[in-house]
């Protein structure tokens, strides 16, 4: 086992994005909607699905091929590969095992995170612990979602909302802080205010079974996380022994450009602060959201290596999980 080391940190990322552009028009017909009333309500101005030749996998495989490539880190130098996602549709083995395979690496422990939105936030804090307590040295992190396949075209209150793709970020260990501690937690009283539409037992029942598609009580899930999630905001910053004036950038999970103002506003983020909006070209990826997110902004020149991150996520569970880093 690799020795107990102080700190971990963010080495390298990687990302992948749905190759189709679909605008809002093409969208709305469906449910009786408009380009007007989604951007309003949403901040979504197009969403990007998988395009030809494109899967969950592929979309896993080379994001975390960049993650390697960016941290110059070998594949076989990984100790463990996490994996947050909520749209794999193999119940077992875990993606991340093939994944591991696919990568090359050399007999890694593998496993999935059932965090939906949360997941990759979740698989950062263990990737952490694991790093710290010397169970791993090198630890690939992946959010991936295809979620184009669970959506319905016909659902009005999420078949807007969301699109595929995948992030990876290689963590490992670090002399100086690189990752802060996690905040972490659920609320399982609202446990179904998102959920799979149908138990795959009755689809398999069903004498005409479709794919079961991702439902959300958008209301409820919108009050909770604009309001109980600035409070989660604030703790991580507390934990970190930090104030937002130390931040340059917030990164939150892209659900909803609302949801991110308010949060935004409640924790009283100074104009210095860089905020994340990819959700307005890309959608809302769940596990892969904050990984892509931090992508758009590397490509966008508004975030530079060293820069110091709020990140916090939350979704179905209802779960959350929020830290402070170094972007890579
Ligand atoms: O990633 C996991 C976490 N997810 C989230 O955090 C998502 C949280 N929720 C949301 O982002 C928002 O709730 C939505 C964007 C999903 C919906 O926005 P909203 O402001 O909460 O809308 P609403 O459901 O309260 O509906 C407001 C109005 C209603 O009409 P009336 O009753 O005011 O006349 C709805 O019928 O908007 C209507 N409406 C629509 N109109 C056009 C609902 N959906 C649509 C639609 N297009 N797609």
Not at 102 to 115: C, H, N, R
Not at 259 to 281: N, Q
Request: aromatic content about 6%; glycine content about 8%.
């Amino acid at each position: 086992m690799p020795a107990t080391v102080p700190h971990a940190a963010l080495l390298g990322l990687g990302v992948d994005r749905g190759k189709r552009v679909v605008p809002n028009s093409e969208v709305i017909e469906a449910i009786d909607s408009s380009d007007e009333w989604i951007q309003q309500r949403s901040g979504i101005k197009e969403r990007r699905w998988v395009g030809p030749g494109q899967t969950l996998e592929t979309m896993a495989l080379a994001a975390s091929q960049r993650a390697l490539e960016s941290a110059d880190i070998a594949a076989q130098q990984l100790d463990a590969v996490l994996v947050a996602t909520c749209t794999h549709t193999m119940q077992t083995p875990a993606l991340a095992a093939k994944l591991a395979h696919q990568l090359g690496t050399e007999g890694p422990v593998a496993f999935d995170i059932s965090a939906a939105c949360a997941g990759f936030s979740h698989a950062l804090g263990l990737a952490t612990d694991m790093i710290r307590g010397g169970t791993a040295r090198h630890v690939l992190v992946v959010g991936a979602e295809l979620l184009s396949a669970m959506t319905s075209r016909t659902d009005r209150g999420t078949a807007f909302i969301f699109g595929d793709g995948a992030g990876a970020v290689v963590v490992g260990p670090s002399e100086v802080p690189g990752i802060g501690p996690v905040v972490w937690g659920s609320d399982g009283e609202q446990y179904d205010a998102i959920r799979q539409s149908t138990d795959w037992r009755d689809v398999l029942a069903s004498e005409s079974p479709v794919m079961p598609y991702i439902q959300m009580d958008g209301s409820t899930v919108f009050r909770w996380a604009s309001f109980e999630m600035a409070k989660v905001a604030q703790q991580t910053l507390d934990r970190s022994g930090l104030t937002v004036d130390d931040l340059d950038l917030f990164i939150p999970h892209q659900a909803n450009m609302r949801i991110i103002d308010a949060m935004a506003r409640a924790i009283k983020l100074p104009d210095h602060v860089r905020i994340a909006r990819d959700i307005a070209e890309q959608g809302n990826t769940s596990a892969a959201s904050v990984p892509l997110a931090l992508a758009r902004m590397y490509e966008e020149g508004t975030a530079r290596s060293g820069d110091l991150a709020l990140m916090i996520a939350f979704g179905a569970g209802l779960s959350y999980a929020a830290q402070v880093v170094r972007v890579p």
